[in-house]
């Protein structure tokens, strides 16, 4: 048995697998690691690699423009495809298992479109650190049949920023992305007014600097989570936070005192 242990070894592998496939659809987010996915099928399989972007309200505006200016750099086919979650209810209704009934419609359709275009294989940018946390989402892309060739690759998330770097990709050093949805309680209905809200709030955030930044939407109270040393800087911004945010329709404004943490929401259904 072959043992992958370096970096670099991965990487080869990665490219193997992309190989092998000889066409591939990439679900691209614009994030780091469906980003790094993209360039390297592109580089490998040419014309033969495409990237599909979903937008639908649970994806901010600014993430679905710079999925397209990411993939206009690399120089591959990229199209979006519009989706509404809320012909749904079971995304509306936000149950715990959300992210797989929601896989499931983006997938499908992404699945959809590629074969439109002579393309059987499609693959996302779950990594070999995608295996821990609740990821219902993880089942849907087993039942679709679709592939994650940096998680076969053994890629670890510092491993794709630091393959990222080299290869001069701008997202080496992006923030991790979420869908908003994820910033809504399980089993709190998703709204437009809410992702709304959220969206507005967040770019808020961002455009004073805080780049790894979630604002939990908790009916009319707003949790704020930054990074434990960004919250010097929030509370001497706070009196123009709290302006804003209830401008946009929250009531009561809180920061989370542990910091920013990927999946907090999920604290819920471990308890």
């Given at each position: 048995m072959i043992i992958i242990n370096t970096t670099e070894q991965k990487f080869e592998r990665l490219k193997e697998i992309l190989k092998e496939l000889k066409s591939v659809a990439i679900a691209f987010s614009g994030g780091v690691d469906s980003t790094l996915l993209l360039k390297v099928a592109h580089t490998v399989l040419g014309d033969k690699a495409i990237g599909i972007t979903v937008n639908g309200a649970i994806h901010p505006k600014w993430e679905v423009e710079s999925a397209r200016e990411l993939a206009k750099m690399i120089g591959v086919k990229h199209m979006v495809l519009d989706v509404d979650i809320f012909r749904n209810e079971n995304?509306?209704?936000?149950?715990?298992?959300?992210?797989?009934?929601?896989?499931?419609?983006?997938?499908?359709?992404?699945?959809e479109t590629?074969?439109?275009y002579g393309i059987e294989n499609v693959?996302?940018?779950?990594?070999?650190?995608?295996?821990?946390?609740?990821?219902?989402?993880?089942?849907?892309?087993?039942?679709?049949?679709?592939l994650s060739p940096l998680m076969e690759a053994?890629?670890?998330?510092?491993?794709?920023?630091?393959?990222?770097?080299?290869?001069?990709?701008?997202?080496?050093?992006?923030?991790?992305?979420?869908?908003?949805?994820?910033?809504?309680?399980?089993?709190?209905?998703?709204?437009?007014?809410?992702?709304?809200?959220?969206?507005e709030g967040?770019?808020?955030?961002?455009?004073?600097?805080?780049?790894?930044?979630?604002?939990?939407?908790?009916?009319?109270?707003?949790?704020?989570?930054?990074?434990?040393?960004?919250?010097?800087?929030?509370?001497?911004?706070?009196?123009?936070?709290?302006?804003?945010?209830?401008?946009i329709g929250y009531i009561y404004i809180t920061l989370d005192l542990e910091g920013y943490n990927t999946g907090s929401m999920n604290r819920l259904i471990r308890s």
């Open positions: 995304i509306v209704n936000n149950p715990p298992d959300r992210c797989y009934h929601c896989k499931l419609v983006v997938f499908s359709l992404i699945k590629a074969r439109n693959a996302d940018g779950s990594n070999a650190d995608d295996v821990g946390d609740y990821r219902p989402g993880m089942r849907a892309l087993k039942e679709l049949g679709i053994g890629l670890k998330k510092n491993e794709i920023r630091a393959l990222s770097k080299e290869l001069g990709l701008p997202t080496w050093n992006k923030p991790a992305l979420a869908c908003l949805a994820t910033r809504i309680p399980y089993n709190t209905r998703i709204t437009e007014k809410a992702l709304s809200m959220i969206e967040e770019d808020f955030l961002r455009s004073l600097g805080f780049t790894q930044v979630r604002l939990r939407h908790l009916d009319n109270l707003a949790k704020i989570e930054v990074l434990p040393k960004d919250m010097p800087k929030l509370l001497e911004l706070k009196d123009m936070v709290i302006e804003k945010l209830k401008s």
